[in-house]
């Protein structure tokens, strides 16, 4: 078994010598690297183990994103990240988190409890339609900003008060909020 590091569009060898495997590609009769990582041949099949895996959304995996758009029964958040992976998310698309899964308790507006420009923590509950979830006590809101002078809300009980305009708000709060922790 063959191991050496590769770059994207590294030659690693002929049609002829392997049959291709996931991270490398075919141009011309020639295999090439298409990721960062080791060359890894078994049974004459070559491919290449990334450095670091892009990760991928599933059901049940908890992500990190910021809120883009803000509706009466919706809100639009930009995925960053996965739990228990280093690296961003890459080409995911904006999920959506609908009222209905906001919190247990029955929410009329989801303007109540989620607001333009929050960093939330929520549960991926349709990976093919990414949809997301904020009911469980640790998901919710981790970092947001006073409506009125845009600087970062202080928890204090179960609101967020504005330490430089006194503006006190209500959030959907994670049990992280205001940790620095997710």
Same mark, same amino acid.
């Given at each position: 078994?063959?191991?050496?590091?590769?770059?994207?569009?590294?030659?690693?060898?002929?049609?002829?010598?392997?049959?291709?495997?996931?991270?490398?590609?075919?141009?011309?009769?020639?295999?090439? !690297?298409?990721?960062?990582?080791?060359?890894?041949?078994?049974?004459?099949?070559?491919?290449?183990?990334?450095?670091?895996?892009?990760?991928? #959304?599933?059901?049940?995996?908890?992500?990190?994103?910021? @809120?883009?758009?803000?509706?009466?029964?919706? !809100?639009? #958040?930009?995925?960053?990240?996965?739990?228990?992976?280093?690296?961003?998310?890459?080409?995911?698309?904006?999920?959506?988190?609908?009222?209905?899964?906001?919190?247990?308790?029955?929410?009329?507006? #989801?303007?109540?409890?989620?607001?333009?420009?929050?960093? #939330?923590? !929520?549960?991926?509950?349709?990976?093919?339609?990414?949809?997301?979830?904020?009911?469980?006590?640790?998901?919710?809101?981790?970092?947001?900003?006073?409506? @009125?002078?845009?600087?970062?809300?202080?928890?204090?009980?179960?609101?967020?008060?504005?330490?430089?305009?006194?503006?006190?708000?209500?959030?959907?709060?994670?049990?992280?909020?205001?940790?620095?922790?997710?």
């Amino acid at each position: 078994m063959l191991m050496k590091f590769v770059m994207p569009g590294d030659r690693i060898g002929l049609v002829e010598e392997y049959v291709t495997g996931s991270g490398v590609y075919e141009e011309n009769g020639e295999i090439f !690297a298409a990721v960062a990582g080791k060359v890894v041949v078994k049974d004459r099949t070559v491919s290449v183990e990334p450095v670091k895996r892009i990760p991928h #959304i599933n059901k049940g995996d908890v992500v990190l994103g910021r @809120v883009v758009d803000v509706r009466n029964s919706m !809100a639009l #958040i930009e995925l960053a990240r996965k739990k228990g992976f280093d690296r961003s998310l890459m080409h995911t698309g904006i999920a959506a988190l609908h009222v209905s899964n906001v919190q247990r308790d029955y929410l009329k507006d #989801i303007n109540e409890a989620i607001r333009y420009m929050d960093i #939330i923590k !929520a549960r991926v509950i349709d990976a093919e339609n990414l949809k997301l979830s904020t009911k469980e006590p640790e998901m919710g809101v981790l970092k947001s900003l006073c409506s @009125v002078c845009k600087h970062e809300l202080v928890r204090e009980g179960n609101t967020l008060k504005c330490p430089n305009c006194g503006n006190v708000e209500k959030r959907k709060m994670s049990t992280d909020y205001g940790k620095g922790k997710w």
